[in-house]
């Protein structure tokens, strides 16, 4: 064996010095001042700093390619410095053996195995690719031209970048396993075709929320230019969204053909709630903050509901209850998205709070340390079994991925709950699921459990806050979770040929009809 790495080594080297030869011949021109100085732009991350700076200013796709492609320099450069580096040491190639004008003035001292900035560059390159393959076919000549520039310059041998390449994208991929990728926007669903065309909103009641997402902007006229035949409302301070449309419906001498809501989830909630009892499709305007609901069933602009609108298109979304049992009796409350207990409703405060400035998922292993830290174990039973959990999470679908931070659905008609909990009772039960996350391994950790079911019954010994869409409901001893229904819900669909020259946008914030 020694034998075999012995002559192994020498072949590499041989190619090695091969390659610097030739690169050595390689006539003086001005090139080498420009290689010179993109080697060193890229000293520290620097210019990967200042590329991803640049492609965050875009929301959606590139964004995310940005914060991903930062993470994995990070990531990268901690695995060649700190770790290979100080575990393999190599000379660097003599200095004379390339033209002066393409030596560094100062010449790095660390061991040349394995290159550091070629691992910082591709890892930046392929987690852009990852996110926005569209953007990295201009970041990936870049990476590639300062992987080279390392041997240009005459700072690593040829094997020192390739190595450092390969643990880049190593990184980078590997990502994935606590950053999952998103492969598509939308979730999938079954197509409703018998669902009414409203033309220009005619036979719709649209209830507006002026309060959500950008405060400085009203969506209520442009909507209502955009759908003139539309009943367009606005939510009215302290009065709940539910009776407000169930209100307007039943004045109404002829019968709504949908009912929607332009808001948060909050909001497009209550419109889901008022669909399912009056057995209407629904319409989902997204003007929120984060638009959750609506970034899963793919509606991005008030365009898209034009659209989807005017051609009847629709897809079967399920409808989520939870009918709590409290002090003043047993109430009923829909959920589109997910409703918990515990500390979950806090983790998902912090992590909104700070995924702006470090990304949805560094934010969430930050948000975990600082809430189980402070956290207090709350006693539950679901279904027949007691457990001490840290929080319980109840998702209106499957979410994936499984065994990780659940992160978005694949379908909204599977009709199952998708239940998760951290135990509270196993020893280190905190610092085991911190590390378990960190590295990738909440699936497999005894603290981490789930389960899929059409049904769940919690009841728990002492009254809990539960929390649905973002709000809280309320303090209750006993719920019980199910798939009330299912609604039809306007979704352009982008196989129609008559949608190819409109091309979905990518951003996330409220839009402003004809900015």
Known sequence: M??????????????????????????VTAVDRGMVRLTRAADRGLLWTVVAAALATREGATRRAALRGVVSVAGASFTVNVVLKSLIARRRPAAQLLPPARRLIRVPTSSSFPSGHSASAVAFATAVALESPRTAVVVAPLAATVAYSRIHTGVHWGSDVVVGAAVGAGVAMASRRWWPVRESDEAAATAVREVPMLVEGKGLVVLVNPVSGDAAYDPTDDIAA????????????????????????????ERAAAVGAAGGDGTIAAAAAVALRNDLPLVVVPTGTLNHFARDLGVYDLREVIDATGAGEAVSVDIASVELETEDGARTHYLINTASLGAYPDLVR??????????????????????????????IRLNETWHDVWFLFIGNGAYHPRGAVPAFRSRLDDGLLDVRWLRADLRFSRTRAVLALLLAAIGRSKVYNELQVPELIVQVRDPEAVAADGEVLG?????????????????????????????????????????
């Open 2 to 27: 020694s034998a075999w790495l012995g002559r192994t080594f020498r072949r590499v080297q041989q190619v090695d010095h091969a390659v610097t030869g030739a690169v050595a011949r390689i006539p």
């Open 226 to 253: 955009a759908l003139p035949a539309a009943t367009v409302l606005r939510t009215e301070p302290g009065r709940d969204c539910v009776e407000q449309l169930e209100e307007v419906l039943a004045a109404r001498t």
């Open 350 to 379: 912090l992590r909104e709070k700070w995924q702006s400035r470090w990304g949805k998922w560094p934010a969430f292993a930050a948000a975990l340390v600082v809430v189980l830290r402070r956290a207090q174990p709350v006693r």
């Open 475 to 515: 303090e209750a001893r006993r719920l019980r979770f199910s798939v009330a229904g299912q609604v039809a819900a306007y979704r352009r669909d982008e196989d129609n040929p008559r949608w190819a020259e409109r091309p979905r946008p990518h951003h996330r914030r409220p839009f402003r009809w004809g900015a």
